[in-house]
């Protein structure tokens, strides 16, 4: 049964880092208002509305990563619970 629980305690430990790593990549995403050549309107209504396309971008994407990592989190926590039940069964 411990071998068992050494399983599940690694696989809820490596479900952890991959979790890490993606609110890690979420914590980097950055606005690209994408301009035309790199270069931003002169009109500052256009320009306003290329940042606030860039932000909605921006929250998309990191939210998708956000929901990925969560989503890996619950899947370490449950690993690590049954690796903790597991232990404690008798041999």
């Given amino acids: 049964m411990h071998v068992l629980a050494l399983v599940l305690s690694v696989s809820g430990f490596v479900f952890g880092l991959a979790a890490a ?9 950055s606005p690209d208002p994408d301009w035309p050549e790199g270069i931003a309107p002169v009109i500052p209504e256009l320009e306003q509305l290329g940042w606030n396309v860039a932000f909605i971008k ?3 994407e990191s939210g998708a990563l956000n929901r990925t990592a969560a ?10 619970t049954a690796a903790s039940v597991f232990s404690l069964l008798p041999l």
Avoid: C, E, F, P
């Avoid at 993606?22 to 995403?29: E, H, T």
């Avoid at 989503?71 to 690590?80: N, S």
């Fill in 58 to 60: 921006l929250a998309q």
């Fill in 21 to 29: 790593y993606y609110w890690w990549k979420a914590s980097r995403v």
């Fill in 71 to 80: 989503g890996l989190t619950a899947i370490a926590v449950l690993l690590t």
